[in-house]
Structures are given as C-alpha cells and as structure tokens.
C-alpha cells in the first residue's frame, strides 16, 4: 500500500511568488490535513480536509490557502511568499474525519524562500 | 488554549542507556495522546494512549499516561544510535480531533 506521496520534495522561490504543493493521501484515506514545521516554531497545523470541505483551519494568514478534490488528494498554495514561508510543509491523511489522531505522514515539501 | 509541552528540548546518552522523554499536556476534551518519531522527514506513529488504554510497549520502547497529572513518558531501554532522532509529542485539538496539537519536540542523540 502506498503511503502519503507529496510534490514537489524540494524548491526554492523568491518574495512575492507564489507555490502550489501536493498531497496524494494513502488509498481509501479520506482526510488530509497539513502542518508546518519550523526549527522555531515545530508543527503547526495549516489546514484539515473531509471529503473536500475544510473542517479546520490553523492561525495562518489568508496567503495560505487549499482545498481537496473528489479523490481525496489536496493542494495548498501560499501566495505572495515571505522569508519567514521557507519551511518543511507536511501533509498527513488518516481514515476518517473524527479520528483520535493516528496519521500517516508524507516525506514532505522543503520550501526555501529567498 | 490547548497545550502540548515536552521536556527536555534535547538530550545526548551513549548507546546502552535508558532515557525517559516528558510530555505534557493541557486540552479541554482529551480524546488521546500521540507520539512519533521524525528521523529525517516525515514523523512516524509509535504509540497511542487513551483513556483504556495507559500503557503501550514495543519492544525497547514504552509509553504511560497519567490523566490525572496530564502527563506522558515515553522510555527507550538499552538506546541504540538508531533511535536518534527527534520525538513527537501530540494530542487531538478540543475543537476537532483532526487538528493534532504538537509539543516542540525532543531531539535525542545516541552517541556509539
């Protein structure tokens, strides 16, 4: 069973531009949420999805965005990029929408913004 | 505000030690504490506890909860350099359980 695949692995921007990263959850996972993690600041939760509908959303500012397809596999963009943006981002994808908090993590996306 | 603190931030031992890991918590609708293990990208799951369920083991790892002191333990026995790595500690938000409330993290290096 394949696990939680993300696109890209790596990339390097500049201020201003904006990304788009991608999230393909474990087959049969219909739940995908999103962190952020910082040296400063650890994981922190950007986003969750249910069957395409945002059912959370963390203390990001609104250059942070995303959303879910019908087959369960989610984007987030962040636009108008900020150093302070460079960050593994993570998404994880677990079974159902009330689970008790196992995830399954992807090997992430490293954003270097310069 | 939910709360998820872990203690200490970092920790070097020598292969064959014993180390104990804290994690604290504090969260309004407690449904279960998480830990995972981060090697070099993404975490891993290693336990979950719950209210009927307070002690974990997996070979030379275990885990406790104390629900009346808000706390958790995670034990390694008998280290090995392989168990370097940063360890996760985490519960479910109150609000929804899908949000994972994450302590910053111990960084533990084993040293040959």
């Known amino acids: 069973k394949a696990g939680v695949t993300q696109t890209p692995r790596y990339l390097i921007k500049t201020r201003g531009q904006q990304v788009t990263l991608s999230c393909s959850p474990i087959?049969?996972?219909?739940?995908v949420s999103w962190y952020q993690q910082t040296p400063g600041q650890g994981l922190q939760f950007l986003f969750e999805?249910?069957?395409?509908?945002?059912?959370n959303k963390g203390n990001f500012p609104g250059r942070f965005s995303g959303r879910q397809f019908s087959n369960s596999r989610s984007e987030m963009n962040v636009s108008t990029l900020e150093l302070g943006d460079s960050a593994l981002y993570l998404c994880?994808?677990?079974?159902?929408?009330?689970?008790?908090?196992?995830?399954?993590f992807g090997e992430g996306s490293r954003l270097t913004v310069l | 505000e939910d709360k998820v603190v872990q203690s200490p931030l970092s920790l070097v031992v020598h292969e064959g030690d014993t180390v104990t890991l804290n994690c604290s918590y504090e969260?309004?609708?407690?449904?279960?504490l998480l830990w995972y293990k981060q090697e070099k990208k993404a975490p891993t799951f290693l336990f979950m506890l719950?209210?009927?369920?307070i002690e974990k083991k997996s070979g030379r790892l275990s885990s406790i909860l104390d629900k009346k002191e808000l706390f958790s333990i995670l034990n390694i026995t008998a280290t090995q350099t392989g168990d370097s790595a940063v360890y996760l500690c985490?519960?479910?938000?109150?609000?929804?359980?899908?949000?994972?409330?994450f302590g910053q993290g111990t960084t533990l290096q084993v040293k040959p």
């Open positions: 985490a519960v479910p938000g109150s609000v929804t359980a899908g949000k994972l409330i």
């Open positions: 999805y249910f069957s395409e509908t945002q059912r």
């Open positions: 994880a994808s677990s079974l159902s929408q009330t689970n008790t908090g196992e995830l399954f």
């Open positions: 087959s049969g996972h219909r739940s």
């Open positions: 969260v309004t609708n407690f449904r279960s």
């Open positions: 719950t209210s009927s369920g």
